[in-house]
């Protein structure tokens, strides 16, 4: 082992307290951007993926009754590609075992025809049979977040207050929706006061008397369509048949809050960690500054020895190196549990398919990258400082330049003055 190592063997042991700290901060600043935003591009990319699979329509509109004839006029403005209707309805809910009011969104699914948009995957279960049965009971698949909430597995039974009158759900099943990813209403994450019920779509229109009519509308766009130019003619067309004005995905319930958590925590992740390293970094500053100012005559010493400035400062960058990748490789570790944690969380509230936590190649040099860029090595010293050279005095006598004998080269900033020959 080379004298410089040894030297940073007992450097370290004298600093361990200050290394540990500056390794913690460290640490702290890389286990909070890999947990972060790790969890953030899990969360956007489950969310991506449903999307697609889902088919899940960028413009939506809802009217007060519109005649089934309106879908042909709506997939005639220019940048439409698909259009699909159903028949909506917003119920008040009755829980067994629940004294808490309940809202329910009832859609009607059309089992003969296979869903084009925002398909539904079903988790347990079967899908709704059509036909009238005793006392007007409606066989229908709730939303799973809502059904775990309450505890309802297929054979359970609701009641919803349609169109006037007291109507019984019965529960055949749980699925999930790209439209309901995020289970609450009005933004509050309360999965309990509001569930998503999908049913015969004949059934629900004789209920609401809409027979041969939608009161909802979702639309698929070409990739090179204007979205505000397909919302003014849809608004246009649809304007005299009343209802709320048609708004695309940023307006839609579970994408919006989706896409706020998004832009929160990936803006909560990368300033806070970025506190941290800067922390960090100052705290190497000032711990690095301060062993060089006590070793000036260290360094004065393995300068007269022989060292050059190369080897002096590899052997400071040597000595913070532990410090930083030590917090390095425990800020991935900490970073990846609590970022499982995090996905953990959201996955109570936000409802996948598939939802897994998943760290990208990329980022551990991300994180590395994101590290303030402090030349913490350019605190050391290229040449030993004046006051380490101790000086001597003249002898008074003629010195001749041919025979005079400096101690170190002038260039290297020695005070001492040349011997006498």
Same mark, same amino acid.
């Given at each position: 082992m080379k004298a410089l190592d040894r030297k940073v063997l007992r450097d370290l042991r004298l600093l361990w307290s200050q290394a540990l700290t500056i390794a913690l901060v460290v640490a702290s600043g890389i286990g909070g951007f890999i947990a972060t935003l790790s969890a953030v591009s899990s969360l956007e990319g489950a969310r991506d993926a449903f999307y697609a699979s889902g088919q899940f329509a960028d413009v939506f509109a809802v009217v007060r009754r519109a005649p089934d004839a309106m879908a042909s006029r709506l997939a005639e403005v220019p940048g439409v590609v698909d259009v699909q209707t159903t028949v909506e309805a917003v119920a008040r809910v009755s829980v067994p075992g629940t004294v808490d009011p309940v809202i329910g969104q009832l859609i009607g699914r059309d089992a003969r025809r296979p869903q084009r948009l925002n398909q539904v995957q079903l988790r347990s279960g079967r899908w709704p049979e059509a036909g009238s049965r005793a006392g007007g009971e409606l066989e229908a698949v709730v939303n799973v977040s809502f059904a775990e909430a309450h505890k309802l597995r297929p054979g359970s039974a609701v009641s919803a207050l349609v169109n006037g009158k007291r109507r019984t759900l019965r529960i055949t099943g749980t699925a999930l929706s790209p439209e309901y990813i995020f289970g609450g209403i009005m933004g509050m994450p309360d999965l309990r006061a509001f569930g998503v019920f999908w049913t015969d779509k004949d059934e629900l229109a004789a209920a609401m008397d809409m027979r041969g009519a939608f009161t909802r509308v979702a639309l698929k766009l070409s990739p090179n369509a204007s979205e505000p130019a397909v919302l003014d003619a849809l608004n246009r067309r649809l304007q005299s048949l009343g209802g709320m004005p048609a708004h695309a995905r940023d307006e839609q319930g579970s994408h919006a809050m989706l896409g706020n958590e998004i832009r929160e925590q990936r803006v909560l992740g990368t300033v806070l960690p970025a506190i941290f390293l800067a922390v960090a970094g100052f705290l190497l500053h000032v711990v690095t500054a301060r062993l060089v100012a006590t070793q000036r005559e260290q360094v004065a010493a393995l300068k007269a020895l022989g060292y050059r400035d190369g080897a002096i400062a590899l052997h400071y960058l040597k000595l913070v190196t532990p410090m930083v990748a030590g917090g390095y490789l425990l800020g991935l570790m900490l970073g990846s549990w609590m970022g499982t944690l995090i996905t953990g969380l959201y996955a109570e509230f936000f409802r996948f398919p598939a939802f897994e936590h998943d760290? !990208?190649? *990329?980022? !551990? =040099?991300?994180?590395? +990258? &994101? #590290? @303030? +860029? /402090? +030349?913490? #090595?350019?605190? &050391? $010293? *290229?040449? @030993? @400082? /004046?006051?380490?050279? $101790?000086? /001597?005095? %003249?002898? =008074?006598? *003629?010195?001749?330049?041919?025979?005079? *004998? %400096?101690? #170190?080269?002038?260039?290297? =900033?020695?005070?001492?003055? $040349? /011997?006498?020959?």
């Open positions: 760290i !990208p190649r *990329r980022w !551990p =040099g991300s994180a590395w +990258r &994101s #590290w @303030p +860029r /402090r +030349r913490c #090595w350019a605190r &050391s $010293p *290229r040449s @030993p @400082p /004046r006051c380490a050279c $101790p000086r /001597r005095k %003249p002898c =008074g006598r *003629r010195r001749r330049a041919a025979t005079a *004998r %400096p101690c #170190w080269s002038a260039s290297r =900033g020695c005070g001492w003055t $040349p /011997r006498c020959a």
